[in-house]
């Protein structure tokens, strides 16, 4: 099956630094890819989408010059967060979506929990 | 308003037991609705996906139903084991639209 992979699987920094996280599709080529942040008991709540060579697409509230995204690769996307602050601690998931299937199913990565000091 | 609401938000049951979780949505025009199994602290795993045209769908011990005249689905999970213990999510996707419309999910405990 398609698996995506998140690195690192969990970072403590400082607060005031800046933070970058990796997401790959192993083994199929991603038209999409999709960042989430999940709080302790929510559910995901999407913060952007982004598609190869393209700028990516936020959602309301979500800072875009906080939250950078590299979409450089069918297979590779990058969240960095930058200036990190306490209130980002949080865990990112990523997925990609092949569009391959009929269902234009989308993969998760297992997330990178973010802690800031 | 696109919505999916999942019923119970968390559940308890013994081992070998069977279970029951529900998702209700009024996402339009629908597209497919998907069931994921979230383990503490990983990303979510596809259990099973459904289109309009699918009313049931087995994974394994993981049975999901689907009545889109009711914008109905149920999640069933026959034997439980204790591996079952996580979070189960309800997603629903719109027909045309990036986004998928996530449940706050049904945390579920199978103790010994």
């Known amino acids: 099956g398609a698996v995506v992979s998140q690195h690192p699987s969990w970072v403590i920094c400082k607060s005031g630094t800046s933070v970058k996280i990796e997401c790959r599709s192993l083994?199929?080529?991603?038209?999409?890819m999709f960042w989430y942040r999940q709080f302790p008991k929510q559910s995901l709540m999407l913060m952007a989408t982004s598609n190869e060579g393209s700028k990516a697409t936020y959602e309301q509230g979500v800072e875009k010059d906080k939250f950078l995204i590299n979409h450089a690769s069918l297979t590779l996307s990058t969240l960095t967060v930058t200036s990190a602050h306490p209130e980002d601690s949080s865990f990112y998931i990523c997925?990609?979506?092949?569009?391959?299937?009929?269902?234009?199913?989308?993969?998760f990565g297992p997330g990178t929990r973010l802690t800031v000091l | 308003k696109n919505q999916v609401e999942q019923s119970p938000q968390s559940l308890i049951i013994l081992e070998g037991k069977n279970c029951t979780l529900q998702?209700?949505?009024?996402?339009?025009?629908?597209?497919?609705l998907r069931w994921y199994k979230q383990d503490t602290g990983r990303g979510p795993v596809s259990l099973t996906i459904?289109?309009?045209?699918?009313n049931t769908k087995s994974n394994g011990r993981y049975t999901a139903t689907l009545d889109a005249d009711t914008k109905q689905s149920s999640l069933h999970i026959t034997a439980s084991q204790l591996s079952d213990s996580a979070s189960y999510i309800c997603?629903?996707?719109?027909?045309?639209?990036?986004?998928?419309?996530f449940g706050t999910g049904t945390r579920l405990t199978v103790i010994p």
């Open positions: 997603v629903v996707s719109a027909a045309g639209a990036n986004n998928l419309f």
């Open positions: 997925s990609a979506r092949t569009d391959v299937s009929s269902y234009k199913e989308q993969f």
């Open positions: 998702c209700n949505y009024t996402v339009s025009p629908f597209s497919n």
């Open positions: 459904m289109t309009f045209s699918e």
């Open positions: 083994d199929f080529q991603a038209t999409t």
